[in-house]
């Protein structure tokens, strides 16, 4: 009993450290780019973005820079949110570049990405 006592409150302060850790940045309310909220970003962190059409530099090409993160819209699992949530390429490249060292932890969700543009995968 003792040693499940010990077991149950390390598992809860890990949880507590890892949610600590975390943070949330969102787009456009606190950063105008999908690219600059990125870049603030830590491993582990999560960038939510609001519906609309988010086009031009710093909304295409997206680069997670080998960071472990989340980029989605403000519900995945909505088809009316997902499909409100547009990155817009503009037939100038892609809609996001995982060629750093991105990993399974690096992901995308819940966004609809039109007009990109590249030789070999035009959405990512």
């Known amino acids: 009993m003792k040693l499940m006592k010990k077991t149950a409150v390390c598992f809860l302060a890990v949880l507590i450290c890892n949610s600590a850790i975390a943070a949330v940045h969102y787009v456009p309310d606190e950063y ?3 690219q600059v909220a990125v870049n603030a970003c830590q491993d582990f962190d999560i ?3 609001a519906p609309g059409r988010y086009y031009g530099s710093g909304n295409r090409n997206i680069n997670f820079n080998g960071k472990s993160i989340t980029v989605r819209s403000i519900d995945p699992t909505d088809p009316n949110v997902v499909n409100s949530t547009v990155i817009d390429c503009e037939d100038k490249g ?8 991105e990993n399974a932890d690096s992901t995308v969700s819940g966004l609809t ?6 030789l070999l995968g035009g959405a990512v």
Request: glycine residues 16%.
């Open 32 to 34: 105008a780019t999908i």
């Open 47 to 49: 960038v939510i973005i």
């Open 94 to 101: 892609r809609g996001f570049a995982f060629y750093m060292g």
């Open 113 to 118: 990405i039109t007009n990109g543009y590249a």
